[in-house]
């Protein structure tokens, strides 16, 4: 099977040269999506609960233009810029979206990063 490229005005458009996410083999790799407003391209949310569930929300529509969606997600990786601070929030918003049967996940550490923006998600989903 081909590899796919998905796009949806739904969330952010990419700031360099990758993909919001690759359809492949019966999986969609989203690319690490932050908390930007899809439409204004600005970062949503002071806090990390915040960010997180923006984050969640522009993974969540391109899931869904690749015709897939959260609970099909089986691995995560969550990019923060301050782990040491902001993990506790970010679980915290994390647990209100995976209630059940949540991803596999690994965190890191956000190497570049738009004024204000605390974290980036990136998740592989089955399709």
């Known amino acids: 099977m ?3 490229i998905v796009y949806t005005d739904n969330a ?3 700031f ?3 993909s919001q996410a690759v359809k492949c083999n019966g999986f969609v790799y989203v690319s690490g999506t932050g908390p930007m407003d899809p439409k ?7 806090t990390i609960q915040e960010q997180t569930r923006q984050c969640l929300k522009n993974v969540q529509a391109i899931l869904e233009a690749a015709g897939s969606s959260l609970d099909r997600a089986v691995s995560a990786t969550v990019i ?10 970010m679980n915290e918003e994390w647990g209100r979206w995976f209630t ?11 190497p570049v990063r738009p004024k204000g923006m605390k974290l980036s998600i990136a998740v592989i989903a089955e399709v």
């Open 40 to 46: 204004t391209g600005e970062v949503v949310g002071k």
């Open 80 to 89: 923060m810029a301050d782990g040491k601070k902001d993990f506790a929030g």
């Open 100 to 110: 059940t049967n949540p991803p596999a996940r690994q965190g890191a550490v956000l």
């Open 12 to 14: 952010p458009k990419p």
């Open 16 to 18: 360099a040269g990758y």
């Open 2 to 4: 081909p590899k796919e």
